[in-house]
Nanobody, 124 residues
Framework: QVQLVESGGGLVQAGGSLRLSCEAS????????MGWFRQAPGKEREFVAA????????LYAESVKGRFTISRENAKNTVYLQMNSLRPEDTAVYYC?????????????????WGQGTQVTVSS
């Protein structure tokens, strides 16, 4: 079992930055693949970014590539999502997710554990 707790959301103006954090409860966090997803009102949950534990490969949605960066601190059981040059269309609830098999995944159904989400609102 892995419990995930997100933090760092808030209200920011367009062009601003936020850093989301996701702390995991599992001691073997370093072997877990992590992903970030988001869901805007009336829309389906969509992939944002993911990484692997083994070789630190990363994957990004085209809409955030070059603006968002996923990273992790295994010693703190924490994964981050640094979001720069934010746009109003980035407004959503952001969720982190964990894949205990440690793979690089972009489909929500492939993740087993989910956090409760944190709201990000970007004003124009």
């Amino acid at each position: 079992q892995v419990q995930l707790v997100e933090s760092g959301g808030g209200l920011v103006q367009a062009g601003g930055s936020l850093r989301l954090s996701c702390e995991a409860s599992r001691r073997t966090f370093s072997r877990v693949g992590m992903g970030w997803f988001r869901q805007a009102p009336g829309k389906e949950r969509e992939f944002v970014a993911a990484d692997t534990w083994s070789d630190l490969r990363t994957l990004y949605a085209e809409s955030v590539k070059g603006r968002f960066t996923i990273s992790r601190e295994n010693a703190k059981n924490t994964v981050y999502l640094q979001m720069n040059s934010l746009r109003p269309e980035d407004t959503a609830v952001y969720y982190c997710a964990a894949d205990p098999y440690g793979s690089l995944r972009s489909l929500a159904r492939e993740y087993v554990y989910w956090g409760q989400g944190t709201q990000v609102t970007v004003s124009s």
